[in-house]
């Protein structure tokens, strides 16, 4: 996607993506490039046009857990939430594939929900999505076996990016989960037999 007249909520109104477009930066990401730190002050509000992102919780012990991910059209609600109310980030959020982003500065988003009902309409549908993508994470966590929830995470990945060659490390794999990098490698290796997946070096491929 590389419009937002293409967005279900945003398409009633080519004034409001418009407006977006000229009020906002267009900026270009490399995958891996940090596109917002915790406890970072939130001036801006980044929607993905091209590309995607994933937000991530970081533990005071440095590990950290996948919370969802930002595909084309969609913003971050946590960054939203924040900016409105003059606190600093709770997340983490990394370009996951090469992405083109639009930050939108705090002020005409706040000024937006005064002036486009589409505009609120957009955020309540994001805010409905994390919600049941965040549920469905603490669901996982809580009744799920690590090895069904990375091979959920694998999956994802590959509809994310329309392939089923991962590129990605053990290492990075474990951190998203947040498990041990040991654990993930001898899973994979469990999945690599039963001829689920084939291993390559950085790389896993969906059989």
Known sequence: MENLNQVEALKSSPELVAKLYEHSTLKKYEAGSAILNEQAHIRAIPIVVKGSMKVMRTEEDGREILLYYIKAGESCIMSFLGGMHNETSKVKAEVEEDAEILFLPIDKASLFIKEYPQWLDYIFRLYHKRFEELLEMVNAIAFKKVDERLLNLLHKK????????????????????????????RLLKQLEDQGTVNLGRNKIILV
């Open 158 to 185: 590959a509809a994310l990016t329309d392939s089923k060659i991962i590129a990605i490390t053990h290492e990075q794999l474990a951190n998203e989960l947040g498990t041990a990098r040991v654990v993930v490698s």
